[in-house]
């Protein structure tokens, strides 16, 4: 492993994602795990975020579109949290599931808005 790309996927990952939670999924890797999350923090992190060229709000909103497109609500919901912390807006979040609805299908975007509403509720960015 790259040494360089998981330090500096350390940085880019506690800054999006927040220390506690980076900290916590590093502290339980064990044996098994252990070098998946070194090397997903190294190639995500390090070599995916670690590049300049798109500015974290931008990949933030990416990668609502790809995750919320896959299904994968529980990272949906872990980068919902990101992409707050990056400077996405609940508008621009609710665009985004639009965008989801229409290419993926409404039964999708539903599910988007669920986990959301979720974490926009728990950060206390949505009224009721």
């Not at 252990?34 to 990416?62: H, L, N, V, Y």
Request: one cysteine or more.
């Amino acid at each position: 492993m790259d040494k360089k790309l998981f330090e500096l996927g350390l940085t880019k990952r506690k800054a999006t994602l927040g220390a506690e939670y980076v900290e916590k999924n590093l502290a339980a890797a064990d044996d098994f795990t252990r070098p998946f999350q070194e090397a997903m923090t190294a190639w995500c992190w390090g070599f995916g975020w670690g590049d300049e060229t798109i500015d974290p709000k931008t990949r933030s909103m990416m990668n609502l579109a790809m995750i919320g497109a896959l299904g994968k609500m529980h990272e949906f919901e872990v980068h919902c949290n990101g992409a707050v912390t990056n400077g996405v807006s609940v508008e621009e979040i609710r665009a985004i599931i639009h965008v989801i609805g229409i290419y993926c299908g409404v039964p999708q975007s539903l599910e988007c808005f669920r986990a959301a509403r979720k974490v926009l509720n728990e950060r206390g960015l949505l009224d009721g």
